[in-house]
């Protein structure tokens, strides 16, 4: 199924007036490019190709079309001054073997025919005081090719009393950005001792990272590249009691078995056994992931709720439960006391893509004590999802975005931005955008794990080596797929706008700051010490 | 082992390969480690704009990296075999072009493709982290003569695409005489998108 839902009608060919009336220099390099492209190699001329984001997406995307393409020029633009996206800020610091990726990326960056455009974000306003802004159609100007890569900076909302006006209702994206040193949540300063008891409503694996860093040692954290800031506020943290809230059941759930384990095996914590008539009796009829994840499900943690001495602490999977609002504390009412469910039933236990009903209509029995549950904790997180948004020239250049999904409306397989037209009869022709193309999870949303991202940068990779040697000719892509001048066209033009290119951080200023995390992390005992504030990595630029 | 039994082992293989390439020519691809070719990759020229970045460049450009980012296993770093302690693996490739590899005793799977320029990422760096150096070991036989995969290995294989009962993470499999003559398939990677990727 694509995600593509939504194909408004659009301005006819936007895009064209846009590089048309826009570009720079648009007659002699485009008709000379254009009778000359049929080669894989136009002249000579390198592919310029812009990444938009320096996740692994963007990596990725990067590293395959460096190998794929015979001359490709990538130049990677980065909002903030330090790469690497989620990799940095939201693989948990305790998983410090999934950011080996980095050395991957490191690799890539060490290419000439690769430019690292740190701390420039692209038509958003840069979220930080620090940072430089340069509009998207100046991009389009200076590029044959661009890839969105940008992912999911903001999350999903549930939409119920009480989430946005709490204290001590909080988002789970803001929590991972907070201990993994994001300069945007640096500040959020969590109130972890209201009481002892803590609710996450979703259960994919950011539900599993916020449990696992309420529950774990905080001696064991100490030793990663957390925030200090989270170090202190864990270390006085009175939770011991966290509920993992779902809809759906266990067959359901969007965690994987990694993370369940990992929680399963934490000392002294305890599991509190699972409703075992959500988990299918038959076992051995489940395919072989399902089959392992219901077996340590049932199996439970080796530390048991009822041991003696009671365990420290505690956790369990409350499934069935769909939130309906934050109910205030009746001493402090601007702050959280509980959070009130509704039960639901599932259309079909067993199936995994089973959906959740409220229970009372299957029941008829519509007394609130059957259907309502209230879980009383001071705090709570909302873990149900990250929501990707379209950059703001989006809608004045034509680029559609699916609203819905939340992703760049593309092909599907090899990430090409859709583009609609209606043509002379009225009639809607959807094709491609000539040299737009995205990767990652604003591609196709935001799910999976880096595995699932580099499997889907290569396919945009692919799809842009095979567009770039097509037989079709350059017209696939920007300004005639001619001579461009990528990030010093780009760079000239911000100047004479205005834009202060100067904080502009290369890849080797991003060694220095990298050299600067290292120092201070050896200093503490840590492996890194993250700069939370980017005029604080600025400073080591000096 | 003694080489006609490898012939042998090898042969029909290398028939299948021919006619699922055919009409080109036969790409069954057989490269053993001597003391030249086993000797350190030269660092790359400088970087060419001109040729395409091949993985053979990559791999020498991240042997000779000046600074380490994890001290996690490092990939890359296999030795060649003694003259007579030979093993052959044959990695068999997305496109079904065999490699045989002649191999050291104690190498994993993940470095031994990498040092040859197969297409297997290791994007964790081979610490059983991720499932990118997934393979398919092609013989039950030899499947059975591997320490059975532990509960991490396994997590990770619940996750990777195109999984087989006889899956395994290239960077846990560690050569054996036991299992001198292994044959290993690269996934396709053909997973599509579905519509639960959107829930």
Avoid at chain 1, 98 to 110: D, G, L, P, T
Avoid at chain 1, 162 to 169: H, I, M, Q, R, Y
């Amino acid at each position: 199924m694509f995600p593509v839902r939504c194909l408004r009608a659009r301005p006819r060919a936007c895009w064209q007036r846009v590089l048309n009336g826009l570009n720079a220099s648009p007659g002699p390099s485009v008709s000379r490019s254009v009778s000359t492209a049929h080669s894989s190699s136009p002249g000579g001329r390198p592919l310029r190709l812009a990444v938009i984001g320096s996740g692994p997406a963007g990596f990725y995307t990067a590293y395959r079309a460096m190998s794929k393409i015979q001359d490709v020029k990538v130049d990677m633009y980065e909002a903030l001054p330090v790469p690497f996206g989620l990799v940095r800020f939201g693989v948990a610091p305790d998983h410090p073997e999934v950011k080996n990726c980095q050395e991957k990326f490191e690799e890539v960056a060490s290419s000439p025919n690769f430019t690292f455009i740190g701390n420039v974000s692209i038509g958003t306003k840069s979220d930080h005081p620090d940072g430089a802004t340069v509009p998207l159609a100046s991009i389009l100007r200076h590029y044959n090719a661009v890839v969105f890569s940008y992912g999911a900076a903001k999350d999903r909302h549930l939409g119920i009393p009480g989430e946005s006006t709490l204290k001590g209702v909080y988002s789970a994206r803001e929590f991972v950005g907070w201990y993994n040193g994001l300069p945007e949540h640096a500040d959020l300063a969590p109130d972890l001792t209201q009481g002892d008891e803590a609710v996450i409503i979703g259960q994919g694996n950011v539900a599993l990272d916020v449990a696992r860093m309420l529950l774990e040692d905080v001696n064991v954290l100490r030793k990663s590249d957390i925030a200090e800031h989270a170090i202190e506020t864990l270390s006085k943290s009175k939770v011991k009691r966290v509920h993992i809230v779902g809809r759906r059941g266990p067959m359901q759930a969007a965690f994987t078995i990694k993370e369940v384990r990992e929680l399963m095996r934490l000392p002294s914590v305890a599991f509190h056994p699972i409703d075992t008539s959500l988990v299918p009796p038959d076992l051995k009829s489940l395919p072989r992931a399902p089959r392992r994840l219901m077996e340590i499900l049932l199996q439970g943690s080796p530390t048991r709720p009822d041991d003696s001495p009671p365990p420290t602490k505690s956790w369990s999977l409350d499934f069935l439960l769909k939130p309906t609002q934050f109910l205030p504390s009746a001493t402090s009412p601007t702050r959280l006391a509980a959070t009130e469910f509704a039960r639901t039933t599932l259309s079909s236990p067993f199936d995994p893509n089973a959906y959740a009903l409220p229970s009372d209509s299957s029941t008829g029995d519509s007394s609130s004590s059957n259907t309502t549950v209230v879980l009383p904790a001071p705090l709570a997180f909302r873990s149900i999802g990250y929501r990707s948004e379209p950059l703001p020239e989006f809608a004045a250049l034509g680029v559609p975005f699916d609203d819905r999904w939340g992703v760049i409306s593309n092909d599907g397989r090899g990430g090409r931005v859709r583009h609609e037209e209606r043509g002379a009869d009225a009639a809607m022709r959807v094709g491609a955008f000539p040299g737009l193309y995205c990767a990652g999870w604003v591609k196709r949303g935001p799910t999976g794990v880096i595995a699932s991202t580099m499997e889907d940068a290569f396919a945009t990779a692919d799809a842009i080596a095979e567009d770039w040697a097509g037989g079709a000719g350059h017209a696939r892509f920007l300004n005639g797929g001619g001579a461009v001048a990528g990030w010093e066209g780009v760079r000239r033009e911000s100047v004479g706008g205005g834009v202060d290119t100067a904080r502009v951080v290369d890849w080797e200023g991003w060694r220095r700051i990298d050299a600067a995390e290292r120092e201070r992390g050896r200093a503490v005992g840590k492996e890194r010490e993250k700069f939370t504030r980017t005029a604080d990595m600025l400073a080591v630029l000096g | 082992m003694s080489t006609p039994k490898l012939l042998a082992q090898t042969l029909p293989s290398l028939r299948l390969a021919t006619r699922r390439t055919a009409p080109s020519i036969a790409r069954h691809v057989v490269r053993c480690y001597t003391a030249a070719s086993a000797a350190p990759r030269p660092a790359p020229p400088a970087w060419s704009s001109q040729p395409p970045i091949r993985r053979s460049l990559w791999s020498a450009a991240f042997q000779s990296r000046p600074f380490s980012v994890s001290t996690a296993v490092s990939h890359g770093h296999i030795q060649p075999p003694k003259p007579g302690e030979e093993l052959y693996v044959t990695f068999i490739d997305k496109e079904g072009v065999e490699h045989k590899l002649a191999v050291s005793k104690g190498d994993n799977l993940l470095d031994i493709a990498q040092a040859h320029d197969l297409e297997m990422e290791g994007a964790c760096g081979g610490s059983c982290a991720c499932s990118t150096c997934h393979v398919i070991v092609m013989d039950q036989e030899y499947y059975d003569r591997m320490p059975e995969p532990d509960d991490d290995e396994n997590d990770m294989l619940d996750l990777a695409f195109g999984l087989q009962e006889t899956s395994r993470l290239g960077c846990q499999v560690v050569m054996t005489p036991e299992l001198n003559g292994l044959r290993v398939k690269l996934p396709a990677m053909t997973r599509n998108l579905q519509s639960s990727d959107f829930k």
